[in-house]
């Protein structure tokens, strides 16, 4: 292929693409309300929309052209989307009206935060140890080693202890959440649940929903104290850095809006886990195969908008404390 | 087949009534479907389905598996919501009732899952005083009560164990349990006998007889055991005695003595029981094949009907 044909194709292309899009994006605007009529509106119809959103969207690729298959993936993604912004409001929505179920949270609660205590101090103290490591090595150069309590305090508080924890947090709890709320849904727990006259999502989803988003934060302080704590070791053992230097520049470094933004994001990052793995759990498809999936599929996509958030949420919090 | 459709009270909502204001009236049709349709991707499973089931009535769904019967079910505990076509459940249209006016309005309807669907996580107790606890009932009364319900299905003994720790057929009883307990005028039978051995399958049977006698609990039953049909239809629960026996009391037993009297039973001979009349709804392709008294099967010169007898012999 020659350069004009090479241009022409790409200009050919371009065109083909522009014409198409506004088409494929109205397209998958249609599906995408159609579904939402039903979808969360309540489970009834969230079943009904789901026994009819497949007929919808192959229609388009019976046609087996490339636009068709873009178009189908593109509406799957957007209803997805869409259904899971509707559960999760719908969740918010339940902790503003009785029946509250604070047993569950505090069960809850326990699996998630006590549960994760473990591996957060094993985390913690690793990575406090490392940061160290690595940034001694580049103060002793120009003969700052006091530094270190600051840089590691900075890095932990700021941005690794809410960071690692909801990554640590979303492998163990959005995992597990998916994988028992599927594991209900295949048994048909949660039609039980509903003929027995209990919204499954209050039941269910509120107390998880609540119990991460208090827990995260709180693993996050633990996870930040440890960190400080592996550091120390380390710049005392490596750099024979004193306790009172290390602590008094670790602490002194924060400031308000530092401690702030390692206590907010963690916030966010829990509502995260929780409406994910409950999402992925509660949508389950296809037997003890589609467990497997929603298991995995919630610990991706739970880690993954926790870190896209991280970097919007780090460059609100800065601006705003700035 | 068409239907005049009842019209809706629409003064009665259920959004902020007790389970225990929901009544039922005798005579009138307790479950009503009319000219329902459901589909799948590309298939309709129900096409058009209309039936009654009426105060006091058991009604047995007959059919092969996938032509519908849970779904019928689960239209009934509006579960799912049908493309086309009303469910009425005591008067209420629960295919247009929202999910939040269902949930109170489930507390009234007992449901038997095909699998039991026990709470795997609760023990026996729980699950069984799961609907009570939500009612915020005093804590007293739910003991009572669920030692009442397991005792009636004889599991009073396996309170704290849990659903891992059961046979299929005990989880079925515990589950009918779970559905009785409330005491709830309609009760949903899902295939409760589908998977166990004859012996089990009919000790269900003698359960949801009891259930029937003893609670006056209007059934609808999903079941492909034609023997399920006929053991409701020629049996009842003497409280008296506390035994279950033979309506026409000829001295055989159970699908034997149904068998054996086919041509009496299509003759009208059979004494039916006039209270509790159990009737049998065969479903195939997605329609209603057949619809009659129990009785009335037997005497059946249709060759698919009688591939059901048949299975039973």
């Known amino acids: 292929m020659g350069k004009s044909d090479a241009s022409r194709f790409r200009l050919g292309t371009l065109r083909i693409g522009t014409a198409l899009a506004p088409k494929i994006f109205r397209g998958c605007l249609l599906d995408a309300a159609r579904i939402s009529r039903y979808a969360f509106v309540d489970s009834a119809q969230a079943a009904h929309s789901a026994r009819h959103a497949s007929p919808n969207m192959p229609e388009a690729s019976a046609t087996s052209s490339l636009t068709a298959v873009l178009g189908d993936v593109l509406k799957r993604q957007v209803a997805a989307v869409q259904d899971y912004t509707l559960l999760t409001v719908q969740a918010m929505r339940c902790m503003f009206s009785p029946p509250y179920y604070w047993l569950d949270t505090l069960e809850q609660m326990d699996i998630v935060g006590v549960g994760s205590l473990p591996i957060i101090i094993v985390a913690g103290l690793s990575i406090g140890g490392v940061l160290v490591l690595q940034t001694a090595a580049q103060f002793q150069r120009f003969g700052e080693t006091a530094l270190t309590g600051d840089a590691v305090s900075l890095a932990l508080v700021r941005e690794l202890g809410p960071a690692v924890t909801a990554l640590l947090v979303s492998g163990r709890n959005a995992s597990g959440m998916a994988s028992e709320l599927g594991s209900m849904v295949v048994t048909e727990q949660v039609d039980a649940m509903r003929a027995l006259g209990t919204d499954p999502i209050r039941k269910l989803m509120m107390p998880r929903v609540i119990a991460t988003v208090l827990m995260v934060p709180l693993l996050t302080v633990v996870f930040d104290f440890v960190g400080l704590c592996g550091g120390f070791l380390v710049a005392y053992s490596t750099l024979r850095l004193g306790a009172v230097q290390f602590w008094t520049r670790a602490i002194n470094s924060l400031d308000i809006g530092d401690v702030v933004q390692g206590l907010t994001k963690p916030v966010v990052f829990g509502l995260i886990i929780a409406t994910v793995g409950c999402y992925c759990g509660l949508r389950v498809r296809g037997g003890t195969q589609g467990v497997g999936r929603a298991t995995t599929t919630a610990v991706v996509i739970s880690s993954v908008c926790a870190l896209v958030a991280d970097f919007f949420l780090s460059r609100l919090l800065l601006y705003l404390f700035q | ?313």
């Open chain 2, 1 to 313: 087949m068409t239907r005049d459709v009842p019209p809706l009270d629409s003064s009665r909502n259920v959004a902020n009534t007790s389970r225990h204001e929901i009544q039922s009236v005798p005579g009138e049709a307790l479950i009503s479907l009319h000219d329902v349709h459901v589909g799948f991707e590309d298939r309709e499973v129900l096409q058009g389905i209309s039936f009654d089931v009426a105060h006091g009535e058991t009604k047995v769904l007959l059919g092969e598996t996938g032509t519908g019967k849970t779904l019928i079910m689960k239209l009934a505990a509006g579960l799912i919501r049908p493309d086309s076509g009303r469910v009425l459940v005591m008067g209420h249209d629960v295919s247009e009732m929202p999910e939040k006016e269902l949930l109170n309005f489930r507390r009234s309807i007992g449901f038997v899952f095909q699998e039991g669907a026990l709470f795997d996580s609760m023990t026996v107790s729980d699950n069984v005083s799961f609907r009570l606890r939500e009612e915020a009932m005093d804590e007293t009364e739910i003991e009572e009560r669920v030692r009442e319900a397991l005792r009636f299905v004889e599991m009073e003994h396996a309170l704290e164990k849990f659903p891992a720790d059961l046979s299929g057929g005990m989880r079925r009883r515990v589950s009918i349990a779970r559905a009785l307990v409330d005491r709830p005028p309609v009760v949903l039978y899902d295939s409760p006998t589908a998977g166990l051995d004859p012996v089990t399958s009919q000790t269900i049977i003698t359960l949801i007889l009891r259930g029937r006698d003893l609670q006056d609990v209007t059934a609808l039953l999903a079941t492909h055991r034609v023997q399920d049909a006929f053991g409701l239809a020629n049996f009842r629960f003497d409280k008296a005695s506390g035994h279950v026996v033979a309506l026409a009391g000829n001295g055989k037993s159970g699908l034997a003595q149904s068998l054996a009297e086919r041509e009496e039973a299509a003759d009208g001979g059979r004494e039916r029981n006039p209270t509790q009349p159990t009737n049998v709804l065969v479903l195939r392709d997605g329609k209603i094949y057949f619809e009659a008294p129990a009785d009335e099967l037997l005497g059946t010169k249709d060759e698919y009907l009688k591939k059901f007898l048949a299975s039973a012999e």
